[in-house]
Structures are given as structure tokens and as C-alpha cells.
């Protein structure tokens, strides 16, 4: 088929584009960050300044009900009630001031938080219509080499960390999903780029969309579960109210390390199943093309052994004896899916040799 070539130019400056908007997307999360830190800072100051100021309302209405003497005594409790009453409106007063102080940078985080979300559907929707017109100019799903393949990778990761990460105390996440999809994008489209041309004879099969876009769905998901792990390993090693050193100051904006394990788990459960699924529609694909199921092929094989080590984070993670191992399983898994999608691709030869970089 002959290749649009104005359809080519045009997905490739939305891809530019789109890694643009990604890069304003994450300097303003690194600004929601670092800001970030000087809300919770105010408000664990505001709450010890308040809780200060009652105990010594406290501390000055049992002085006073020890001395009370005359027809303070005769009364009851006239010295006590004067003072408390006095405390209690100073420190409603000090209570009043700081929680203004802090809806005020509420207010002006909750609009930078905004812009950064707007920013990022901005870049996914750039970054679809990339795929999309490579896929016209083409006249194919753009599934046709490595490059296509990691333009897909990097869009689902994106995707789906917006789709799972909707609410606002996730937002201080974004800069560690952000930077590293940016330096897969920035690799992919220098060093992966292969120009718009039909795919070989051995990928000219209906399964090629099935097969790899189930793949790639399944790699996305894995991916922002395995960044979540690692970040709830950073969480436990510093834990809330109990940062140290420069990786304190990393985890401080970053939500507990529970919240963030079970984001990791959540997206770990979608992630088996989905992988299972690739594994096996390539089998199927597999038969037809080569008459055989299975081969050991090395794709075939690293490919199983991350399906394994998922299906061991989740056995670890719901079982109380190895649920400490689990995120060190999840990242590990993440890891050797990495492996397969660079090394297996770009320097092992085999059946599934199709990285379009020769």
C-alpha cells in the first residue's frame, strides 16, 4: 500500500508536540511539588500552634481556679471561667488565622493541580491523534516496529495513571511517572524511529492489532504499578511526620505508603489477567503462522516469566508471610519487562525479531 506521507509529517509533529506539553506538564508538577510541601508544612504548623495555645489556656485556668479566694471562692468558678473564656477565644482566634492561611494555598495549589491535569488530557489527546494518523498514513494498526510500539506503551502509561489517579492527593505522583515515560518517549522517537512503510509479510495478520494491543494494555498497567511500588518502598523507608535527608524531603509531598501499595496491588490485579491474555492470543497466533503453539522462543519465554512473577507479586502480596516482598517482586517483574521490550527486541535474534531498526 502506498504511504501518505503529509499523514506521516503530521503524526510525527504531534508526537513533538504532544512531548512538549508532557514537558510543561512536568515542570508544573514539579512546581505542584514543591509547593505541595509548604501546605502540609502549614497545616502540621497550624495544627501545633493550636494545640499549644489550649494547653496553655489550660495550664492558666487551672492556676487560676488554685488561687481563686473571696467571692471568687464564694461564687464558684468566676476567676476559672474569666480566663478560660479568654484562652479559648485566643486560641479560636490563632485556630481561625492559620486555617485562613492554609485554604488560601489550597486555593492556589488546587488551580496550578488543575492546569497540570488539563495539560496532561492536553498531551493524551495529542499523543492519540499521533497514533492515530500514523496508523491512516500507513493504512495499518501502528504496531509495526518498536517505535510504534513504544509511542503505544508510553500513551497507555499515561492514560492509565490519569484514569487511576483522579483524585487530588495523587497529583504529587506525576513527576515520577512523567519523567520516565518522557525519556522513553525522547529514546523512542530519536533512536527508535523508523519511517511510515508497510510492516513485513510475517505481520500481515488480523492477530497483529488483537495480539499487541493487548500486550501494550497490559505493559502500560504494569508499569504504573511497578513506579507505584517503588514509591511505597521510598513511603515505608520514610514514613509520614518521620522524613530524614534528601530522600525525606522526596517522600514528604508523597501520600502514605499504604495508599500507594494498594494503588500498585489494584493495578497488579488488571495487570495478570491482561498479560495472560497477550500470552495466549499470541499463542494462537503462534499456531497459525508457525504451526506451533509455543516455541521457547526468547520473547515467548521472558514474556511468561514476567506473567510468573506477576502471578507471585499478587501470591505474595495476599499472603501476610512474604507481603514485604512484595513491592521488591512487583518492581522486579516491571523490570524484566523492560528487559524484554529493550534487549530482547534490540540485540537477541529470534522469531519475534521485528524492531524495524535494520
Request: charged share 15%; proline share 4%; glycine share 8%.
Amino acid at each position: 500500500m502506498q504511504i501518505d506521507q503529509n499523514l506521516s509529517n503530521f503524526s510525527d509533529l504531534a508526537v513533538q508536540t504532544a512531548f512538549v506539553v508532557y514537558c510543561v506538564a512536568l515542570f508544573m508538577s514539579l512546581l505542584y511539588y514543591g509547593r505541595i510541601r509548604s501546605l502540609i508544612e502549614a497545616r502540621r504548623a497550624g495544627r501545633s500552634e493550636a494545640s499549644k495555645v489550649l494547653v496553655g489556656a489550660g495550664a492558666e485556668a487551672g492556676a487560676a481556679a488554685g488561687t481563686a479566694t473571696g467571692s471568687d471562692a464564694a461564687t464558684g468558678t468566676g476567676a476559672t471561667d474569666a480566663s478560660t473564656d479568654y484562652e479559648a477565644e485566643a486560641a479560636s482566634v490563632a485556630a481561625t488565622v492559620s486555617e485562613d492561611k492554609v485554604a488560601e494555598k489550597e486555593r492556589k495549589l488546587d488551580k496550578l493541580g488543575g492546569m497540570t491535569t488539563s495539560l496532561m488530557w492536553v498531551g493524551i489527546a495529542l499523543h492519540a491523534a499521533a497514533i492515530v494518523l500514523r496508523g491512516l498514513a500507513t493504512g495499518r494498526f501502528p504496531f509495526g516496529n518498536l517505535y510504534e510500539y513504544v509511542l503505544m506503551v508510553c500513551f497507555g502509561v499515561l492514560l492509565v495513571g490519569n484514569i487511576a489517579m483522579q483524585r487530588k492527593e495523587w497529583r504529587t505522583v506525576w513527576p515520577w511517572i512523567l519523567t520516565p515515560v518522557l525519556a522513553l518517549m525522547f529514546y523512542g522517537s530519536t533512536k527508535l524511529y523508523a519511517d511510515s512503510a508497510p510492516v513485513v509479510p510475517a505481520l500481515q495478520s488480523h492477530w497483529l492489532p488483537i495480539h499487541v494491543t493487548v500486550v501494550s494494555l497490559g505493559a502500560s498497567i504494569g508499569i504504573v504499578s511497578g513506579i507505584a511500588s517503588l514509591l511505597s518502598l521510598l513511603r515505608l523507608w520514610q514514613p509520614k511526620d518521620a522524613e530524614r535527608g534528601f530522600f525525606g524531603a522526596l517522600a514528604y509531598p508523597l501520600p502514605s505508603a499504604a495508599k500507594i501499595d494498594r494503588l500498585a496491588y489494584r493495578l497488579g490485579v488488571i495487570t495478570l489477567p491482561t498479560l495472560g491474555l497477550g500470552i495466549i492470543l499470541g499463542a494462537i497466533w503462534a499456531e497459525s503462522a508457525w504451526g506451533r503453539p509455543w516455541g521457547w522462543d526468547p520473547k515467548e519465554t521472558v514474556s511468561f516469566a514476567t506473567w510468573i512473577l506477576y502471578a507471585a507479586y499478587l501470591h505474595a502480596r495476599a499472603t501476610p508471610a512474604f507481603r514485604k516482598a512484595a513491592p521488591w517482586i512487583n518492581i522486579l517483574a516491571t523490570a524484566v519487562m523492560i528487559f524484554n521490550l529493550f534487549f530482547i527486541n534490540m540485540v537477541v535474534s529470534g522469531l519475534h525479531s521485528y524492531a524495524g531498526l535494520n
